[in-house]
């Protein structure tokens, strides 16, 4: 069974800009988490969907948001860029129960100058 | 809010010697703690959980403990390898209607020949 994909891997843009990552989870997994990973702060939690419904958030501003299609597959977008997006966006699936059993994509390093 | 608390930062021990990394959690209610390995370049990869209703649970040369009484719980690696050298996170799952896993910063495991 394939893992979970993200695309694209790096990216590169400039502040205020917006950008678009996008994450396809494993097969017949219907729930997707997205992680901002950076050296400061660690693992934090951005946002979950399940069934095309956003169940639940973390701490970060409207800026950052997402969307699950019907297929289960996920896009988050950051709008108005800033230099502390810079990060490791990293997309996990799992087959439905939350938390349990998240299995991680290899993530999109977004870099904003 | 939620946090979880990850020591050592870095481990450094030889080939074929344990490593042991600790993790005390804060929400009484998180029932779902698992366990990622990260390789450079790499997204997290999940290589051991537990759940509350258990105490300790073995993979073979991995192995868990959890201590809910304390609030903590530990990833023990034996007879370690080279290939075992990477960053490992601990997680604890929050209470609420729809689950988030809080992430410990990490740990950097080095296995020396």
């Known amino acids: 069974k394939a893992g979970v994909t993200q695309t694209p891997r790096y990216l590169i843009k400039t502040r205020g800009q917006q950008v678009t990552l996008s994450c396809s989870p494993i097969s017949g997994h219907r729930s997707v988490s997205w992680y901002q990973q950076t050296p400061g702060q660690g693992l934090q939690f951005l946002f979950e969907y399940f069934s095309e419904t956003q169940r639940n958030k973390g701490n970060f501003p409207g800026r950052f948001s997402g969307r699950q299609f019907s297929n289960s597959r996920s896009e988050m977008n950051v709008s108005t860029l800033e230099l502390g997006d810079s990060a490791l966006y990293l997309c996990?699936?799992?087959?439905?129960?939350?938390?349990?059993?998240?299995?991680f994509g290899p993530g999109t390093r977004l870099t904003v100058t | 809010g939620e946090n979880v608390e990850q020591h050592p930062s870095t481990l450094s021990v030889q080939e074929g010697d344990s490593a042991v990394i600790k993790c005390t959690y804060s929400d009484s209610a998180s029932n779902y703690f698992p366990w990622y390995k990260q390789e450079l370049g790499k997204g997290p990869q999940l290589i051991i959980d537990?759940?509350?209703?258990?105490g300790e649970k073995k993979d073979q040369r991995i192995a868990v403990t959890l201590n809910k009484t304390a609030k903590h719980f530990s990833l023990h690696i034996t007879e370690t390898q080279p290939e075992d050298s990477a960053v490992y996170f601990c997680a604890a799952s929050t209470q609420g209607g729809a689950q988030k896993l809080v992430f410990g910063q990490g740990t950097r495991l080095t296995i020396n020949p």
């Open positions: 996990a699936s799992s087959l439905g129960g939350m938390a349990y059993e998240q299995y």
């Open positions: 537990i759940r509350s209703n258990v």
